[in-house]
């Protein structure tokens, strides 16, 4: 039965098997890309404009197809079963907007409830904002006069409150202020405690080092390296990252990004 | 999942502030227009009752029923409320007697030509117009706003289907903008009861119906907005291009298409009418007293050589042939002219027919005419008012000439007056009547045409099919553009 459980417990939430996509213009947004995120796991896929970030999270969403290769939530394919897959994944963007004529409460209910929980209360959604660090005074009040912090707060607890197995998150601290990106953070931080399994895109390399368990660093759709938390400590992650940024490092050097992806 | 979107659309609309500036503008609109609208028919019946009193009185007064002269006035109908159609441009009273033909005269506008300019708001113009355009207001950024929201992406991260999102997007814009919009037309509805209109069951299906065209016709325009909102990615655009198909679906196409079928079937002015008749008119004459000039002289040529008793006699003996010859002729002169004008007439009304049908079949291309001409029918209000009226006034007009020349047999009164011209008492003309008036009891009453509910739905019953068959299109595109638009 342990035995059982365990399997259960490394199945991965999120993977993406040889994902493909190049775009009617003849761009390759994504190269075999091959990841995955356990349960209880962050992956934090770093990468410039147009390196493949949100062309990942977009096949995750069904909102485009992969031109090859396959994206599975909770071993559900989510391009053939879109509909089931998405009862597995809950996604905050990098810019939450939501209805601005509505209250947080009210746009916390929606979406909440379109992600198939019906069973809340107020106060489950009360409790839920508090614990985003949503200031009570703010809970009835229309989003049109939130700050992009105070929107993505509310973001945050509609997918803490849908409570599914894995989370995507694109760019989610993008214009949030030092504070409020490390508030976001650690909350991420405590949903991966919980044994959610988290797919972030993000330019942040700091945060990504400080909270990911797993990075890779994709540019022009490739995947050109992948290391876990404790192997990034023997490596110096923002030289790296800033090299393949500006293009220091392409395929002409193989020999270091085999040796981290070794490493 | 459905009813969820719904909700969330129908509280979106309904909490939005353009929401509450559109409603207050509509009710009042509506409202007012009602309100005015049965303020004139009120008036339109108080003065239509006292011109039938005075006309009647006038018969009263005459000296006697020789070529006495009645005026049958246009019955104000409680639909001109809600669809005043051609109500204020056609003629509201004729002449009725047995010298003149029937001719609606003195129309609601060329008596007040100030409201002539910018003509009368009823609710047909409201509904064709305003709540078109509101309609378009409220969904141009129906998909293509959401997509700019962010909410599109959020929402269809969870398991909602493309088709099930367009019912709920469609059927909460829909309740969120009719079902507001019937308390107005409801307080209207209440405001016809309320203030003594006379509407008869069959005006009530009639307005019920109009209704329910109103309905359908926004419905179209929720369509195209959402339509349009999918095949765009940004708003200002989908904004941009739904004004121009509004200015051109609304404003435009009917008069583009009256015009394109002027210009495909021609019709002639009546001054181009009156011209041929006059035309064949003289030419008539002409051969006439050309013929009667080669008669009498061939009827000369009979009589060279004879002497000039001879010829008196021949003359006398002849004389009534000739004369009977010759005014069988002049009375075919009268027969041709009045012929030839009656076929001319005809020939203008059938092609006026063709015009006017090719033009509506053009101008129902868009749905606001056909909008339009449907709730023209329904209220009895439309192209073929003119016509009902002037043949019923015929049919009266028939009935009042056998009226009034039975009163003029039993009187006995010629209508004709003596003048007496004496030195004791000067001139004196006598009318050969007492000081009484002449008894109109029995009187023939001029009755409006009734138009059934029958005739006024099977009338717009292609219009409806027609809304139908666009508010189809509409969706089924619609529902093409959303399965392919891109969620990013």
């Known amino acids: 039965m342990d035995t059982m459980n365990e399997t259960i417990k490394q199945a991965p939430l999120l993977e993406a098997r040889n994902l493909t996509k190049v775009y009617e213009d003849g761009v390759k947004a994504l190269d075999n890309l091959d990841l995955q995120v356990l349960p209880g796991e962050i992956y934090a896929m770093l990468g410039g404009n147009g390196a493949g970030k949100t062309t990942t999270i977009n096949i995750f969403l069904d909102f485009i197809q992969p031109t090859s290769g396959q994206a599975f939530i909770n071993g559900i394919n989510a391009n053939e079963e879109p509909l089931e897959a998405k009862t597995n994944i809950a996604f905050v963007s990098e810019n939450v907007q939501l209805y601005p004529n509505f209250t947080a409460i009210q746009n916390v209910d929606f979406f909440v409830r379109l992600g198939g929980r019906h069973n809340y209360s107020r106060s489950d959604y009360e409790t839920a904002l508090n614990r985003v660090g949503l200031q009570s005074q703010a809970f009835d009040k229309k989003l049109k006069d939130f700050s992009k912090g105070m929107r993505q707060k509310c973001g945050i607890a509609i997918a803490i409150l849908k409570d599914s197995p894995a989370i995507l998150l694109d760019e989610p601290t993008s214009g949030l202020d030092p504070k409020a990106g490390k508030e976001f953070i650690r909350l991420i931080g405590e949903l991966r405690d919980e044994g959610k399994g988290i797919l972030m895109s993000t330019h942040d390399i700091f945060r990504a080092k400080e909270i990911a368990n797993h990075v890779g660093i994709l540019n022009n759709g490739i995947l050109v390296a992948q290391k876990t938390q404790a192997e990034l400590k023997g490596v110096n992650l923002e030289t790296l990252y800033v090299e393949y940024m500006a293009g220091y490092m392409d395929e002409a050097e193989p020999s270091l990004v085999n040796n981290l992806s070794e490493a | ?488």
């Not at chain 2, 008539?284 to 050589?305: F, I």
């Not at chain 2, 003048?419 to 009891?441: A, H, M």
Request: charge should be negative; include cysteine.
């Open chain 2, 1 to 488: 999942m459905t009813k969820l979107l719904i909700e969330k659309e129908l509280k979106n609309i309904l909490l939005s502030p353009k929401f509450v500036a559109t409603f207050l503008v509509c009710s009042i609109l509506i409202l007012t227009s009602v309100y005015i609208g049965i303020q004139e028919y009120h008036n339109a019946v108080t003065q239509f009752e006292a011109n039938q009193q005075i006309a009647r009185q006038d018969i009263e007064q005459a000296s006697n029923w020789n070529r006495v002269r009645n005026i049958a006035h246009r019955a104000p109908s409680p639909m001109q409320v809600f669809v005043s159609g051609l109500h204020f441009d056609i003629g509201r009273l004729s002449g009725i007697s047995d010298f003149q033909d029937i001719k609606l005269i003195r129309s609601p506008y060329s008596d007040e030509t100030l409201f002539a300019i910018f003509r009368f708001i009823d609710f047909a113009f409201i509904v064709q117009v305003v709540l078109s355009l509101f309609a378009i207001l409220f969904t141009y950024d129906a998909i293509n706003g959401e997509r700019e929201n962010g909410t599109l992406k959020l929402t269809f991260a969870n398991s909602v289907s493309r088709a099930q999102y367009l019912i709920s997007k469609f059927v909460g814009i829909w309740l969120g903008l009719i079902v507001p919009l019937l308390i107005p037309i409801l307080i209207g509805l209440l405001l016809i009861m309320i203030l003594d209109v006379p509407v008869s069951g069959t005006e009530w299906i009639s307005i019920g119906s109009f209704i329910g065209l109103s309905v359908l016709y926004i419905t179209f325009f929720i369509g195209v907005g959402i339509l349009v909102s999918s095949l765009t990615r940004k708003s200002s655009l989908s904004f941009l291009l739904l004004l121009v198909i509004w200015i051109g679906g609304v404003l435009i196409l009917p008069r583009m298409s009256i015009m394109a079928a002027g210009q495909l079937v021609p019709v002639q002015s009546v001054a181009q009418l009156e011209s041929k008749q006059e035309a064949f008119r003289r030419a008539r004459w002409d051969q006439y007293s050309s013929q009667l000039s080669q008669k009498w002289r061939a009827r000369s040529e009979e009589m060279s050589g004879m002497t000039n008793e001879e010829r008196q006699a021949y003359r006398d003996d002849k004389e009534w042939e000739w004369l009977e010859e010759d005014d069988a002729a002049r009375k075919q002169v009268q027969i041709d002219i009045t012929d030839n004008n009656r076929k001319l007439i005809e020939e203008t009304d059938n092609r006026k027919k063709i015009q006017e049908q090719l033009a509506f079949n053009l101008a129902r291309i868009s749905p606001a005419s056909s909008f339009r001409l449907a709730a023209m029918n329904l209220a009895g209000t439309d192209i073929d008012m003119k016509n009902r009226y002037e043949e019923s006034m015929r049919a009266y007009r028939d009935d009042f000439v056998e009226y009034t020349e039975q009163k003029q047999a039993e009187s006995g009164n010629q209508g004709g007056f003596r003048i007496n011209v004496s030195s004791d008492s000067g001139v004196k003309i006598d009318f050969g009547r007492d000081d009484q008036t002449l008894d109109t009891s029995g009187m023939p009453q001029y009755t409006a045409p009734v138009v059934t509910a029958g005739m006024a739905v099977s009338s717009s019953i292609l219009d409806f099919g027609l809304m139908g068959i666009f508010i189809i299109i509409i969706f089924g595109a619609a529902f093409l553009a959303f399965l392919r638009y891109d969620m990013r």
